[in-house]
Protein backbone atom coordinates (compact mmCIF):
# COMPACT_ATOMS: atom_id res chain seq x y z
CA UNK A 1 0.00 0.00 0.00
CA UNK A 2 1.04 3.62 -1.15
CA UNK A 3 0.03 6.48 0.77
CA UNK A 4 -1.77 9.47 -1.01
CA UNK A 5 -2.37 13.12 -0.42
CA UNK A 6 -5.02 14.27 -2.21
CA UNK A 7 -5.23 18.27 -2.73
CA UNK A 8 -8.73 19.48 -3.55
CA UNK A 9 -9.48 23.12 -4.53
CA UNK A 10 -12.90 24.07 -4.48
CA UNK A 11 -15.55 26.47 -6.89
CA UNK A 12 -16.85 29.31 -5.09
CA UNK A 13 -20.26 28.26 -4.55
CA UNK A 14 -19.85 27.95 -0.51
CA UNK A 15 -24.06 27.13 -0.89
CA UNK A 16 -23.85 24.40 -3.05
CA UNK A 17 -20.68 22.76 -1.33
CA UNK A 18 -22.72 23.19 2.10
CA UNK A 19 -25.34 21.53 1.41
CA UNK A 20 -23.62 18.17 -0.51
CA UNK A 21 -21.13 18.58 2.70
CA UNK A 22 -23.39 15.66 4.94
CA UNK A 23 -23.12 13.30 1.44
CA UNK A 24 -19.31 13.86 0.86
CA UNK A 25 -18.33 13.35 4.26
CA UNK A 26 -20.62 10.12 4.53
CA UNK A 27 -19.09 8.88 1.46
CA UNK A 28 -15.06 9.45 2.48
CA UNK A 29 -15.85 7.85 5.85
CA UNK A 30 -16.81 5.08 3.78
CA UNK A 31 -14.06 4.67 2.06
CA UNK A 32 -11.15 2.08 3.21
CA UNK A 33 -7.89 3.44 3.16
CA UNK A 34 -9.33 7.03 3.95
CA UNK A 35 -6.87 8.28 7.32
CA UNK A 36 -7.80 11.54 7.38
CA UNK A 37 -9.59 14.41 5.53
CA UNK A 38 -10.81 18.25 6.12
CA UNK A 39 -11.14 21.46 4.56
CA UNK A 40 -8.37 24.11 5.02
CA UNK A 41 -8.85 26.68 7.84
CA UNK A 42 -11.44 29.86 7.29
CA UNK A 43 -8.68 32.04 6.34
CA UNK A 44 -7.16 29.88 3.59
CA UNK A 45 -8.63 29.61 0.33
CA UNK A 46 -11.49 27.00 -0.29
CA UNK A 47 -10.04 23.30 -0.71
CA UNK A 48 -9.12 20.07 1.86
CA UNK A 49 -6.31 17.57 1.87
CA UNK A 50 -7.02 13.89 2.11
CA UNK A 51 -4.56 11.38 2.79
CA UNK A 52 -5.43 7.75 1.66
CA UNK A 53 -3.57 4.29 1.62
CA UNK A 54 -4.41 2.72 -1.38
CA UNK A 55 -2.71 0.17 -3.92
CA UNK A 56 -2.03 2.86 -6.36
CA UNK A 57 -3.33 5.66 -8.05
CA UNK A 58 -6.05 4.84 -9.89
CA UNK A 59 -7.36 3.46 -7.17
CA UNK A 60 -7.22 7.25 -5.11
CA UNK A 61 -8.83 8.88 -8.66
CA UNK A 62 -11.65 6.66 -8.37
CA UNK A 63 -12.48 7.60 -4.98
CA UNK A 64 -12.00 11.22 -6.06
CA UNK A 65 -14.64 10.68 -9.07
CA UNK A 66 -17.03 8.86 -6.82
CA UNK A 67 -16.91 12.10 -4.62
CA UNK A 68 -20.14 13.87 -4.13
CA UNK A 69 -18.39 17.30 -4.02
CA UNK A 70 -17.16 15.55 -7.85
CA UNK A 71 -20.53 14.74 -8.84
CA UNK A 72 -22.28 18.52 -7.42
CA UNK A 73 -18.99 20.14 -9.53
CA UNK A 74 -17.89 22.21 -6.42
CA UNK A 75 -14.08 20.91 -6.94
CA UNK A 76 -12.55 22.95 -9.52
CA UNK A 77 -9.46 21.19 -9.27
CA UNK A 78 -7.79 17.66 -7.61
CA UNK A 79 -4.02 16.97 -7.42
CA UNK A 80 -3.18 13.44 -6.17
CA UNK A 81 0.72 13.32 -4.83
CA UNK A 82 2.06 9.79 -3.80
CA UNK A 83 3.22 10.90 -0.37
CA UNK A 84 6.18 9.13 1.33
CA UNK A 85 6.96 11.61 4.99
CA UNK A 86 10.12 11.12 6.29
CA UNK A 87 9.56 12.49 10.14
CA UNK A 88 7.25 11.75 12.38
CA UNK A 89 5.43 9.71 14.72
CA UNK A 90 3.48 7.96 12.04
CA UNK A 91 5.68 8.53 9.39
CA UNK A 92 7.22 5.04 9.33
CA UNK A 93 3.59 3.23 9.23
CA UNK A 94 2.84 5.83 6.03
CA UNK A 95 5.72 4.42 3.70
CA UNK A 96 5.35 0.68 5.13
CA UNK A 97 5.03 -0.63 0.99
CA UNK A 98 4.10 -3.89 2.54
Not at 2 to 15: G, R
Not at 42 to 68: C, K, M, N, S, Y
Request: hydrophobic share 45%.
Amino acid sequence: MTTFAVLYTYTDDHDRRLAVRPEHRAYLEAQPGMLVAGAWAPDEPAGGLLIFRADDRAAVQTIVDGDPYNAAGVISDVQIREWAPPLGPVASALNDKA
